[in-house]
Nanobody, 126 residues
């Protein structure tokens, strides 16, 4: 069973950048679709970005398209989320997830993801 650990969250100002990392304990992680989701207080968990196991296809929520970039380093068994031009509305707990089903484009629905990290807090001040 893959265990996922997110790092890189923090408190930043609007317009700043952050890079989140998601490291997996199991080598089989490289065969899974990986995604990032976020949940703000009082709101439902929402899709942010996803990437296929081979990194050839990505998908983004409209709210982050052009500002966030998802990538993966298969050698390091790690997925990244580069977040630029951060806005206060990006404030949330960000979760990394892994899906056993590989599709093109990668799945965007939370229920399709089997493994989840514990989350990392991102706070953007105005």
């Amino acid at each position: 069973q893959a265990q996922l650990v997110e790092t890189g969250g923090g408190l930043v100002q609007a317009g700043d950048s952050l890079r989140l990392s998601c490291a997996a304990s199991e080598r089989t992680f490289i065969y899974y679709t990986s995604g990032w989701f976020r949940q703000a207080p009082g709101k439902e968990r929402e899709f942010v970005a996803a990437i296929t196991y081979n990194g050839r296809s990505t998908s983004y929520a409209d709210s982050v398209k052009g500002r966030f970039t998802i990538s993966r380093d298969m050698a390091k068994n790690t997925v990244f989320l580069q977040m630029n031009s951060l806005k206060p509305e990006d404030t949330a707990v960000y979760y990394c997830a892994a899906a056993l089903r590989n599709t093109v484009p990668p799945v965007r629905i939370a229920s399709e993801y089997t493994y989840w990290g514990q989350g990392t807090q991102v706070t953007v001040s105005s």
